[in-house]
């Protein structure tokens, strides 16, 4: 499964960004799909995810401010950050996992985008 990740770039803290995660010719809501982030000098962590069903998940650090939401007919993931903050600047990445329920391990995910590097400025 090939996934691209796009939409990154450099925001003000306090602003928003939409993250878009395109699976071409593959259906996402076959799969659980989760967001990612890798900060410098820091291990990756889970921000995100979308099961199946529809159902969303977030890390705490990002709950009410960070928003999955899946277009099927577009093959596509998206990740809407508002409020964002000098932490959030991180590369993120999305992921697809076959597992059968919605999973934050990053070692639970099969499939991997290339990431998009978002930049908060302070």
């Known amino acids: 499964v090939q996934l691209q990740a796009s939409g990154g770039g450099l925001v003000q803290a306090g602003g928003s960004l939409r993250l878009s995660c395109a699976a071409p010719?593959?259906?996402?809501?076959?799969?659980?799909m989760g967001w990612f982030r890798q900060a410098p000098g820091k291990e990756r962590e889970f921000v995100g995810r979308i099961t199946r069903s529809g159902s969303t998940y977030y890390a705490d650090s990002v709950k009410g401010r960070f928003t999955i939401s899946r277009d099927d007919a577009e093959n596509s993931v998206y990740l809407q950050m508002y409020s964002l903050k000098h932490e959030d600047t991180a590369v993120y990445y999305c992921a697809a996992s076959t597992t059968v329920l919605g999973t934050t391990r990053s070692r639970d995910y099969d499939y991997w985008g290339q990431g998009t590097l978002v930049t908060v400025s302070s």
């Open positions: 010719g593959r259906t996402v809501s076959n799969y659980v």
